[in-house]
Structure formats: structure tokens, C-alpha cells
């Protein structure tokens, strides 16, 4: 599994780093345990979870009682009243060559260089 | 609690004040358990008290009626008194759980690694007799023939943090409480009092800024400040360029007993975002 895409941080933005669990339902990246809740039977990274679940009062067992919960939700509010864009710090913005294969029906190949690589053919044009 | 946390903890409450310099994980590890520390007090406080006013209730005045075989029952709640005037002794200000703590766990990740955080909070209360700075004159208003204002002021916070982008933010808050006193005396001889509380809270934020990383475009001037916005200024001090913010936020509280009218970390990291958002890339000059 690829690498958490979570981006942690207030002022600038870095990847999480730590080892992917799951992908999330809504935005499709690669998340760790710590960055990831699950909502409705699905996995929603932190920042999807946030922003789609109502504030939930930090009384009693849940993501109330989480640090990394609680300062998402503070990140989301501040960043929503401010209207601020953090620096990112990070390997990469979007997603690279790499991830993009794992969607690929070759992608089974190992080994194989050219694997995930669309080859397109004169022939595969077609006169409109 | 990790044996060295509690050693580093043991000398912050018998000061009643966390000062010096430790690194980012400590910091966030005795805040941590400050906060276990001070909502443990309030559970026993609160008990305590149920005990002193149970016990009053059910033996201290039966005694004087002559029932004396409530004798230990009254003695108990004496005990419960004197336990209850010793645990309201250990008392931390709730903010820092409340503003302190959130504001440290949000800027976590922005913390340079293994950097030193210069730390200076208060934990007693603000209307502690520690830092009541003026008692003003008696006075009537109105239904209440005797009224006094108190006015406490203190720093609460003082914050140096190395961030991981190379910048040094520097955060301070200061506040100033005014509590007013009304005493009256209702038709049964019975004595009221009420309290109001007024609080103005100042921060003011200071980045010095890694120029090799940023630059700083100076914000358009703004005509009327709204509260939590800060005020920004760009100066250079000692060959650096250093980004300053100061903002109040005033607050009131009527209730008695609620003199902890917490600041809220979201103005303050809202109002440090704006600082931010006045740096630019270096490369973009």
C-alpha cells in the first residue's frame, strides 16, 4: 500500500508518511489508522470525515476524545473563516506516475517496466 | 504518569507556574498531564463538597438540636471541609486545558523536530489574589447600596517556537479582568451577592521570518479592524524581517464563580494564519 496522503500541519502542510491502511471512500488516497474513521460502513480520511459529519460534542468515547480529530476540526474552522492556503512541504501535490498504475489492469504485471504504460496505436484513431 | 514527566511536573505545581524550556514532546506531554491532573482535583473538589453540604444538612444541625450521636458524622464533614480548602489550593486555571493545550496539539506538526519551545504560563486562576491589581472604591447602583470593582491583570502566556519552515513565532497574551461585586439585603434580612465579570483578553503573535524560504508582501491597509483580526505590521529588527499582529478580544460572563472566561484557540490560530498569509515564496519576490 502506498504511503498516507493525509497532509498534517496547520501553517504548512506535510505528508503523514506513515504506512497506508486503507483508501478513502470519498477522495481516493491512501490513508493510515491514525488518519482514517469510519463513517456510514465506509473509510473517510480525516479531512472528508470532518467535513461531511456534524461537530460531535467531545463528551464520551469517539472522535471527540482524539487530538488528531480535534485539531482537524479546528484546521477545517479556521481555514473556512480565513479563507488561508498553507504552503505545502511535501513530496508531491497530486498524485504521481506510480499511483495512477495501481489502477491499471497491468499493474499485476511485476517486473515488467513498461507495465501501467498505455501503448495507443495509429490504428486506434478513428475518422469522425 | 511516566516517572520523568512527573518529575518535570512536580516543581510547575508547587510554583504554580510553567516557565522554562523543554522540547516540543515534553511540552506536550506535562500539558497533557496537567490536564489529567486538573480534572482529577475538580472531580475530588466536587465531591468534597457534596460530602461538606451532605454532612451540614445531616449531622452538623441535628448536633446543635441535641441529637449528639451525629458527633462523627459532623466530624467527617469538618474533615471534607479542610479537604475541600486544600483541593480548591491545587486548582489550575482551566484555560490551560482549554486554550493552551488545543493551540499546542494544532501547531504539533508546524514544530521544527526536536527544537526547544521557551514556555511561560500562569496556572492559577485570574481572580487569584496573586495578581488583583487595583480594589476600587465602594460604590451604590441602582438596587445594590454596595458595589466594588476589582481589576486583575496578569500575562498569562508567553510562547517562543521554532517552526519547521525556519521562521520563529513568538505568541503572548495578556489579560485583564475587572470583576464587579453587588451586595444587597433583601426584605428578609437575607444578604445577596452577585458578580459580573469583564474580561479583555490581548494577544499579539510575532514571526521572524526565514528569508531564504519567504518573502513578505505587506498587507493592504485595513480602515476598521473586527475583533480577532489582527493588526499587521512589517519591521525589521536586528537585520531581520519580523512580522508583528496584535488583536483584543473583550468578553463578559454574569454568573458567579465563572471567572474562567476562556480565550478561544481558533481566534488565536485564525488571527496567525493572517500573518502567514502575508509571506510569499522566496522565489516569487
Not at chain 1, 474513521?37 to 456534524?54: A, G, M, Q, Y
Request: charged share 30%.
Amino acid at each position: 500500500m502506498a504511503k498516507c496522503k493525509y497532509k498534517v500541519g496547520l501553517l504548512n502542510l506535510q505528508d503523514c508518511g506513515k504506512e497506508g491502511v486503507t483508501v478513502c471512500a470519498s477522495c481516493n488516497r491512501p490513508v493510515c489508522g491514525a488518519h482514517s474513521r469510519i463513517h456510514e460502513r465506509s473509510t473517510l480520511c480525516l479531512e472528508c470525515f470532518v467535513n461531511k459529519v456534524p461537530e460531535q460534542k467531545d463528551k464520551g468515547p469517539g472522535p471527540g476524545e482524539d487530538a488528531e480529530y480535534r485539531a482537524a476540526r479546528r484546521r477545517n474552522l479556521i481555514y473556512g473563516a480565513t479563507a488561508f492556503h498553507p504552503y505545502y512541504f511535501g513530496r508531491s501535490r497530486s498524485y504521481g506516475y506510480d499511483d495512477y498504475t495501481y489502477f491499471d489492469d497491468t499493474y499485476a504485471a511485476a517486473g515488467d517496466p513498461v507495465a501501467g504504460k498505455e501503448e495507443i496505436e495509429p490504428a486506434d484513431f478513428q475518422e469522425s | 504518569m511516566k516517572k520523568a514527566t512527573h518529575k518535570l511536573l512536580d516543581p510547575i505545581l508547587r510554583e504554580h507556574k510553567m516557565s522554562g524550556t523543554w522540547k516540543a514532546d515534553d511540552v506536550r506531554n506535562i500539558l497533557q498531564e496537567l490536564e489529567t491532573y486538573d480534572i482529577a482535583v475538580a472531580r475530588k473538589k466536587k465531591i468534597s463538597l457534596a460530602v461538606c453540604i451532605i454532612s451540614f444538612v445531616v449531622a452538623i444541625v441535628p448536633l446543635f438540636v441535641g441529637f449528639f450521636y451525629l458527633l462523627p458524622l459532623a466530624l467527617v464533614g469538618i474533615v471534607f471541609i479542610f479537604l475541600f480548602r486544600r483541593y480548591r489550593s491545587f486548582d489550575i486555571d482551566d484555560q490551560v486545558r482549554l486554550f493552551v493545550k488545543p493551540m499546542v496539539e494544532s501547531l504539533q506538526y508546524d514544530v521544527k523536530k526536536d527544537a526547544y519551545i521557551s514556555v511561560d504560563i500562569e496556572l492559577l486562576p485570574l481572580d487569584n489574589n496573586k495578581y488583583l491589581t487595583n480594589k476600587g472604591e465602594p460604590y451604590a447602583a441602582g438596587a445594590y447600596p454596595k458595589c466594588c470593582d476589582y481589576t486583575y491583570k496578569r500575562d498569562f502566556l508567553k510562547l517562543k517556537i521554532p517552526l519547521v519552515d525556519g521562521n520563529k513565532l513568538a505568541i503572548g497574551v495578556d489579560e485583564l479582568l475587572t470583576k464587579t461585586e453587588k451586595t444587597k439585603t433583601n426584605p428578609r434580612g437575607k444578604t445577596k451577592t452577585k458578580y459580573k465579570y469583564a474580561k479583555k483578553t490581548g494577544y499579539s503573535l510575532e514571526l521572524k521570518v526565514n528569508t531564504e524560504r519567504f518573502s513578505v508582501s505587506r498587507p493592504a491597509a485595513v480602515n476598521k479592524i473586527a475583533e480577532g483580526a489582527p493588526e499587521i505590521n512589517v519591521a525589521k529588527k536586528d537585520g531581520a524581517t519580523v512580522v508583528t499582529g496584535s488583536f483584543t478580544v473583550k468578553s463578559k460572563e454574569k454568573s458567579a464563580g465563572k471567572a474562567e472566561i476562556c480565550s478561544d484557540p481558533v481566534i488565536l490560530l485564525g488571527g496567525l494564519t493572517q500573518l502567514y498569509a502575508a509571506l510569499k515564496p522566496a522565489t516569487t519576490k
